[in-house]
T-cell receptor, first 111, second 113 residues
């Protein structure tokens, strides 16, 4: 079945360090979305990438879509405690007209 | 963000009880979703409604029964649940069905005794 794996599953970083999470799909994706879920909160949409090799930035966050459109990454520069949460990628569900969410990466930032 | 409102926020029920979860979206969206989120598991899509019509049911046990009376409201009726059904139930909406960004509610934390 369809798989969207994210690595690492957990990441602890010291405040100020960089962080990267990778999203790998078993199938080619027409687009990919990223969401952030704070502890005790709900997923919040961050961004959508559509083009092969696309790179988008939101302040300290850099999102990249792979050339083959089967993987994506989210990089956070100089993490802050407000970055704490679980980051999910999501892509089109195979054979359906909705999204399939990845396994998530839980980020902890140590002050 | 209060575009999608879920009630109750917390629910504890016995296995023989019947309860309902409610979701309301104020975004004018046409598609609504129910997800189950358990510890150490990715978001599991349960049901999809588009223009009040159920378009997907992802092999969800019949003890979960969705209802969408209009495009703004979505219910999840629960009966004779099992302990493994304890989880966070999230409602989401998007402008239309498809690969559009989804807006989530705060969820209902459900505990089955």
């Amino acid at each position: 079945g369809q798989q969207v794996m994210q690595i690492p599953q957990y990441q602890h970083v010291q405040e100020g360090e960089d962080f990267t999470t990778y999203c790998n799909s078993s199938t080619t994706l027409s687009n990919i979305q990223w969401y952030k879920q704070r502890p005790g909160g709900h997923p919040v949409f961050l961004i959508q990438l559509v083009k092969s090799g696309e790179v988008k930035k939101q302040k300290r966050l850099t999102f990249q879509f792979g050339e083959a459109k089967k993987n994506s990454s989210l990089h956070i520069t100089a993490t802050q405690t407000t970055d704490v949460g679980t980051y999910f990628c999501a892509g089109p569900r195979t054979g359906a007209n909705n999204l399939f969410f990845g396994t998530g990466t839980r980020l902890t930032v140590i002050p | 963000e209060t575009g999608v409102t879920q009630t109750p926020r917390h629910l504890v029920m016995g296995m023989t009880n019947k309860k309902s979860l409610k979701c309301e979206q104020h975004l004018g969206h046409n598609a609504m979703y129910w997800y189950k989120q358990s510890a150490k598991k990715p978001l599991e899509l349960m049901f999809v409604y588009s223009l009040e019509e159920r378009v997907e049911n992802n092999s969800v046990p019949s003890r979960f029964s969705p209802e969408c009376p209009n495009s703004s409201h979505l219910f999840l009726h629960l009966h004779t649940l099992q302990p493994e059904d304890s989880a966070l139930y999230l409602c989401a909406s998007s402008q239309d069905e498809g690969y559009q960004p989804q807006h989530f509610g705060d969820g209902t934390r459900l505990s089955i005794l």
